[in-house]
């Protein structure tokens, strides 16, 4: 089992930063893919960064591009999201994810289904 729990939300004006942290825990085979997806009230959920634990590469949707690092510290089964520049339209409820490797789907990939997802940290910017 694998269990995943959000920290770091708030409040912060328009250009402002925060970084978000997920603490992990259980197998890390079953978090091979990790990511970073958001939901704003009436909107679609989003996935926003990925991060594939063994290898560190990355991925970045295009609206969080140049603006977000996804990190993680093993050490610390901890997976981070740095955003700056924050804009009123990244305001969302913000959620952790993770999922074993799929043949075929990558991380990133639309398709792949994340099997463990955090309780979410809500993220406010504000104009």
């Known amino acids: 089992q694998v269990q995943l729990a959000e920290s770091g939300g708030g409040a912060v004006q328009t250009g402002g930063s925060l970084r978000l942290s997920c603490a992990a825990s259980?197998?890390?085979?079953?978090?091979?893919?990790m990511g970073w997806f958001r939901q704003a009230p009436g909107k679609e959920r989003e996935g926003v960064a990925f991060?594939?634990?063994?290898?560190?590469?990355?991925y970045y949707a295009d609206s969080m591009k140049g603006r977000a690092t996804v990190s993680q510290d093993n050490d610390k089964n901890t997976l981070y999201l740095q955003m700056n520049s924050l804009k009123p339209e990244d305001t969302a409820l913000y959620y952790c994810?993770?999922?074993?490797?799929?043949?075929?789907?990558?991380?990133?990939?639309?398709?792949?289904?994340?099997?463990?997802w955090g309780q979410g940290t809500q993220v406010t910017v504000s104009s």
């Open positions: 994810a993770a999922g074993p490797p799929s043949l075929g789907k990558g991380c990133e990939d639309p398709r792949y289904k994340y099997a463990y």
């Open positions: 991060l594939y634990r063994g290898s560190s590469s990355t």
């Open positions: 259980g197998d890390t085979v079953r978090r091979s893919c």
